[in-house]
């Protein structure tokens, strides 16, 4: 029997990727799928608080069993930053490529280049809460590369490999990513 469950998005690469990683042991439902059109809360400074935030106000709002991530990208010579503010580093119009252009930016003349990008993933399941997290260490390079992917990708390449997060496909960067990871948990502790 297939567990049902909502996730907490409105981005559409985020669902294609996780339902990729779920496979066909869950159904997984969207934001639309519950009628649910409005944005949810995003005011933590932590990404376990945001994740939290977000899958409480889903539970409490529409009574469905469901999961909500926070990721965020961290540079260690920008001590941690952009971390919980990933999505607005740039300014609150939320553009990928102006949040690159401004990493690239204050990452200008730094030697060290490490990072990580850390997925904290919340479960509410009959009002058991339990949180997940995930990590992939990498570097970030100094030219964009690569056209898949969304946010970092283009410029974020993971330990051991030489692509990009944007030149790897779906299914490759599935196997590897730090949401990968905290859903891999996920998965297990439903299991």
């Known amino acids: 029997m297939k567990t049902t469950l909502c ?3 409105n981005n559409a690469h985020k669902l294609e990727e996780i339902q990729a990683i779920l496979g066909g ?4 439902l969207s934001l639309k799928d519950i009628n649910c059109n409005e944005e949810l809360p995003e005011t933590g400074n932590t990404l376990e608080a945001n994740s939290l ?9 529409y009574q469905v069993n469901c999961f909500a991530d ?12 952009p971390g919980v503010y990933s999505a607005r580093y740039a300014g609150e119009q939320r553009s990928h490529s102006d949040n690159i252009n401004f990493l690239l930016k204050n990452l200008s003349g730094k ?4 990072a990580q990008f850390r997925t904290v993933i919340t479960l509410i399941q009959n009002g058991e809460i339990c949180q997940f997290e ?3 260490k990498g570097q970030i390079i100094e030219d964009l590369r690569g056209t898949d992917g969304f946010g970092y990708d283009p410029v974020f390449k993971p330990e051991g490999f030489e692509r ?11 196997k590897i990513s730090h949401r990968a990871k905290a859903f891999e948990k996920l998965v ?3 299991k």
Request: aromatic content about 12%; charged content about 25%; cysteine-free.
């Open 70 to 81: 926070d990721s965020g990208l961290e540079v260690n010579a920008l001590n941690g930053e």
């Open 134 to 136: 995930g990590v992939i």
């Open 164 to 174: 990009t997060f944007a030149e790897m496909s779906l299914e490759e960067k599935g």
């Open 188 to 190: 297990d502790f439903l």
């Open 111 to 114: 030697s060290d280049r490490s």
């Open 53 to 61: 935030q977000k899958a409480q106000y889903l539970y409490d709002h």
């Open 7 to 9: 996730f907490a998005t």
């Open 25 to 28: 042991t869950f159904h997984l």
